[in-house]
């Protein structure tokens, strides 16, 4: 029961990150990895344990890797504090810094689902 309101709630909030991207310079690469977190959520909501494990595992494999690109620039350049100040963007490694955060969230919850679905049916 507590994975369905969790994969709800991550479900609910990809889809607010996908639509957010729309008035980013580069919208297209972000909505598409927030859209394909957001599906795959959703899919695992709906038909728990019956979606195909290695999605998630790629989704998230993927998302892993290009956070680990980004990190190197930003790691002890940018206060924590500052990722979650306004939103607008204060400059280039804040910015920097919360897609590296995103991308973080959906490889973890994209390892989570993929976790999940190989311990219920193998």
């Not at 494999?61 to 002890?76: E, K, S």
């Not at 991308?103 to 679905?117: N, S, T």
Request: glycine residues 8%; hydrophobic residues 60%; proline residues 7%.
């Amino acid at each position: 029961m507590w994975f369905r309101i969790a994969n709800g709630l991550m479900a609910v909030l990809f889809a607010y990150c996908a639509a957010v991207q729309f008035n980013d310079p580069d919208p297209i690469r972000w909505v598409a990895v927030y859209g394909a977190a957001c599906l795959l959520t959703v899919l695992a909501l709906l038909r728990p344990g019956h979606y195909p494990w290695f999605l998630p595992a790629l989704l998230g494999t993927l998302a892993a890797i290009w956070c680990a690109t980004i990190l190197p620039r930003v790691a002890g350049k940018v206060r924590p504090a500052e990722l979650f100040g306004s939103r607008e963007m204060m400059s280039p490694l804040i910015e920097e810094g919360r897609e590296a955060g995103g991308l973080l969230i959906v490889a973890v919850w994209m390892a989570a689902l993929a976790v999940a679905r190989l311990l219920w049916h193998g």
